[in-house]
T-cell receptor, first 112, second 114 residues
């Protein structure tokens, strides 16, 4: 299957710990997006990359959130000093330029 | 900035009945419009999209949507619902000519009774 993959699928952590999520996009896609989805809400855009360049990061929720895409392929989203309010589903999507975004299954984070 | 309203949090229909999910958007120019479906444990899947042209858009799984500029709406329809259509449905809008980042509504949960 050559769809978008995300790892881990589930993560439980204690408040104050750092967590990192990985996204592997569809191989020929040059754009990669991160979203957060809380219960009962639609996905909320966080940031996106075109190749290795991060073109929009003003919507990251705080300076505890950061993302990288070092070689223009996979990406990581890190949350430092997690808080209970960070509990959510983190979604990754990829696209070729401005065409349709394809979403991964998400990483569900629970902060205790 | 653009926004989306999905006024129905839950919709319940019987299998075989017709379906209409409502979506209203706010955007100053002609938007890009999307409907996605999310099943439990699955990623969001694009059902259909409108960029320009014919205002009645056909999608996958027998869904269609109609763009009505005068009503700022993009309602999703299906003539006969199957039990497998039970899922969460999200309408989204993106600025035309922009970075193509969609803003999603809060979703409508579809429940299908046998």
């Amino acid at each position: 299957d050559t769809g978008v993959s995300q790892n881990p699928r589930h993560k439980i952590t204690k408040r104050g710990q750092n967590v990192t999520f990985r996204c592997d996009p569809i191989s020929e896609h040059n754009r990669l997006y991160w979203y957060r989805q809380t219960l009962g809400q639609g996905p909320e855009f966080l940031t996106y990359f075109q190749n290795e360049a991060q073109l929009e990061k003003s919507r990251l929720l705080s300076d505890r959130f950061s993302a990288e895409r070092p070689k223009g392929s996979f990406s990581t989203l890190e949350i430092q000093r997690t808080e209970q309010g960070d509990s959510a589903m983190y979604l990754c999507a990829s696209s070729f330029a401005q065409e349709t975004q394809y979403f991964g299954p998400g990483t569900r984070l629970l902060v205790l | 900035a653009q926004s989306v309203t999905q006024p129905d949090i839950h919709i319940t229909v019987s299998e075989g009945a017709s379906l209409e999910l409502r979506c209203n958007y706010s955007y100053g120019a002609t938007p890009y419009l999307f409907w996605y479906v999310q099943s439990p444990g699955q990623g969001l899947q694009l059902l259909l999209k409108y960029f320009s042209g014919d205002t009645l858009v056909q999608g996958i799984k027998g869904f269609e949507a109609e763009f009505k500029r005068s009503q700022s709406s993009f309602n999703l329809r299906k003539p006969s619902v199957h039990w497998s259509d039970a899922a969460e449905y999200f309408c989204a809008v993106a600025a035309s000519g922009g970075s193509y980042i969609p803003t999603f509504g809060r979703g409508t949960s579809l429940i299908v009774h046998p």
